[in-house]
């Protein structure tokens, strides 16, 4: 089974300050997708990234994949209140429809 | 259009008992999951159906645990005895049959609140 690392497992920052969160593995993926969790709610996908080398930007969020597709990176600019939550990294598994995830980013911005 | 919804939102039982969580899925959706997190640890994969049948399994812990999905609706799952180990939070998720050609990356499952179950 892949095992996706994700770091840090926790995030503390203030309002307007920028982060970058990160999901890796040893086995390549076959794709890569970025989830946000609240407090009592499921995960929410936030976005899908497949080629090698993608970069894709949602709003303040900007998400990249590595070229050898083993890592990616989830970066937020000028985070907001509105941005805490945990953010989950996973990955389909060999080729199956289940998902395999990672601990999570719990991010915390502070007003 | 409502999203996948979870009953009970909390459950607390004893060990020994027995309890029953149930998912409804978005309609239309015929791809059903079930996955877990247990505290401290990422959340896993216990199974899939699509429409009635159990497409994989692989991730039920033990025989403690029966998955239905009469109808191809929704689906519940049974813990019985429930031991203090199976405290988490279970999740149930929906997603599209994929047409064909479609790759597997773009299949989006929706998640539910999920139900926390503690047993004491």
């Known amino acids: 089974t892949q095992l996706l690392e994700q770091s840090p497992q926790f995030l503390s920052i203030q309002e307007g300050e920028n982060l970058t969160v990160y999901c890796n593995s040893s086995?390549?993926?076959?794709?890569l997708q970025w989830y946000r969790q609240e407090p009592g709610e499921g995960p929410v996908l936030l976005v899908t990234?497949?080629?090698?080398?993608e970069v894709k930007k949602l709003k303040r969020l900007t998400f990249q994949f590595g070229d050898a597709r083993k890592d990616s990176s989830l970066h937020i600019t000028a985070a907001q209140p509105g941005d805490t939550g945990l953010y989950l990294c996973?990955?389909?598994?060999?080729?199956?429809?289940?998902?395999?995830f990672g601990k999570g980013t719990k991010l915390t911005v502070n007003p | 259009e409502a999203g996948v919804t979870q009953f009970p939102s909390h459950s607390v039982i004893e060990k020994g008992q027995t309890v029953t969580l149930r998912c409804d899925p978005i309609?239309?959706?015929?791809?059903l999951y079930w996955y877990r997190r247990v505290m401290g640890k990422e959340i896993k994969f216990l199974l899939h159906?699509?429409?009635?049948?159990?497409?994989?399994e692989s991730g039920m812990p033990n025989n403690r645990f029966l998955a239905e999905r009469t109808g191809g609706t929704y689906s519940t799952l049974k813990v019985q005895p429930a031991e203090l180990e199976d405290s988490g939070v279970y999740f149930c998720?929906?997603?599209?049959?994929?047409?064909?050609?479609?790759?597997?990356?773009?299949?989006?499952?929706?998640f539910g609140p999920g139900t926390r179950l503690t047993v004491l």
């Open positions: 998720a929906s997603s599209q049959v994929r047409s064909s050609g479609w790759p597997l990356s773009y299949n989006e499952q929706f």
């Open positions: 086995s390549v993926f076959s794709s």
């Open positions: 990234v497949v080629t090698g080398g």
């Open positions: 996973a990955s389909p598994q060999g080729g199956s429809e289940k998902l395999v």
């Open positions: 309609s239309g959706h015929d791809n």
């Open positions: 159906f699509v429409k009635e049948s159990k497409q994989d």
